[in-house]
């Protein structure tokens, strides 16, 4: 079945700079790869996905690249602010459904 | 908005106790989940429903059972609480199947002593 693989498990940047989490799959039939955010106490809320006949997706500051080839798919968070602190999720679609990666904290530095 | 409410933010409940977990949304949406959320495991599939009266298993279906009498309303059963049990469980719902976005609940923290 579907593996999703995601690092850095804790991410920690300086405000400001750029985030960039990273996940891996295992299935090449997975054509549908969402984001989510967890913030403390709440339920995990879509960012952005990204769908399998596209490389990349922008949404102002967060971007989202695939490489099927080599199947991974990644997040960018650019000029990154402290309301951007919160555990990140990637998820892969196989065989009907999401297989979740375990989840990156990102924790911005004032 | 969509709004997807769970009946409890937090449980404590014993062993053996049967235990029911609510969740009701309010858009109309034909599928719903129920996952369970550890640390370090992400979310992790226990049952789906795609219309009333419908269910099937996820990854983790041991345990629990589920319920869908009305199209809003998702209910996860554990028939019998162990400690094992104790953790984040989660409700979503989306309109269609898996690749649209799905829209959770806020949690419930159970914990079984």
């Known amino acids: 079945g579907e593996n999703v693989e995601q690092h850095p498990s804790t991410l920690s940047v300086q405000e400001g700079d750029s985030a960039v989490i990273k996940c891996t799959y295992s299935?090449?039939?997975?054509?549908?790869f969402p984001w989510y955010k967890q913030e403390l106490g709440k339920g995990p809320q879509l960012i952005i996905d990204i769908r399998s006949n596209v490389g990349e997706k922008k949404d102002q500051r967060i971007a989202v690249t695939l490489n099927k080839t080599a199947k991974h798919f990644s997040l960018h968070i650019t000029e990154t602010q402290p309301e951007d602190s919160a555990v990140y999720f990637c998820?892969?679609?196989?065989?009907?459904?999401?297989?979740w990666g375990a989840g990156t904290k990102l924790i911005i530095k004032p | 908005d969509v709004k997807v409410t769970q009946s409890s933010r937090y449980l404590v409940k014993r062993t053996g106790e049967k235990v029911f977990l609510e969740c009701v949304q309010d858009m109309d949406h034909e599928n719903m989940f129920w996952y369970r959320q550890d640390p370090g495991l992400g979310l992790r599939l226990i049952y789906f429903s795609y219309d009333v009266k419908m269910k099937e298993k996820g990854d983790i279906p041991e345990g629990y059972s589920v319920s869908r009498e009305k199209k809003e309303r998702f209910s996860l059963i554990l028939e019998s609480a162990s400690t094992n049990q104790t953790s984040m469980y989660l409700c979503?719902?989306?309109?269609?199947?898996?690749?649209?976005?799905?829209?959770f609940g806020q949690g419930t923290r159970l914990t079984v002593v």
């Open positions: 299935d090449s039939a997975s054509n549908y």
């Open positions: 998820a892969a679609v196989s065989n009907y459904q999401l297989i």
């Open positions: 979503a719902s989306s309109i269609t199947g898996v690749n649209t976005e799905a829209f």
